[in-house]
């Protein structure tokens, strides 16, 4: 049987309920929709992790968080983290998982209420430890939907580490590069050019020089 073909017309009728965020968020990442797929990439100490959290916690106005902290569990770093960025306020909204399964998740996902969006943290461990395979992530992005899924990846050489990171990144809507406490927008979705999200405000000016902000 022959897969369905779609014309120009019904591709311009299609509607998308976005993030109606703010400036601080928009401005650099547009507005996405709310179920479009994130991939984050950056090296260590660059602030990755940070805006990690701040986007999960932006995200708790629009629905639960469900993060999935392969890499750090629940360590003093994490708990750190989570104090200075006050998660303590989205109570209820946010939940961090350390050590489900790929196949655990999908059956998480299948129950009412459950999370709206998805943080693996990072993809790289989920395929090394928790069965995650580029095949079957993308099985699972098909039967959820209309779930937004955060894949945080680890970099080698500016580049994700491993194929199947640099395979997922391709099919993502949200491509975001973090780099000395900046967060960037690249690829097929953008905000305003030239914009990008401050992670760290002591921190861009330390690392950049960047006394403007």
Known sequence: MSKRAYSPKEIAAKKWVTLPWGAQWSDPFGFPAENASWFISGASAQGKSSFVMQLGKELCKYGSVLYMSYEEGVNQSFQRRMNY???NEVQGKFRVVVDDTIEEL??????????????????QVGCDDKGWTYPDTVSLMKR??????????QEDKSAPT????RRLRYICDMKVRVIGYKAYCLG???????????????GVIKTNNDTKL
């Open 144 to 153: 959820f939907n209309r779930k937004c899924f955060i894949f945080i990846s």
């Open 162 to 165: 491993g194929k199947p990171a």
């Open 106 to 123: 999908a059956v998480r996902l299948s129950k009412p209420k459950s999370p709206k969006f998805i943080i693996v943290d990072s993809f």
């Open 85 to 87: 960025l006050g998660m």
């Open 188 to 202: 097929r979705s953008i905000g305003e050019a030239g914009k990008y999200y401050v992670v760290w405000k002591d």
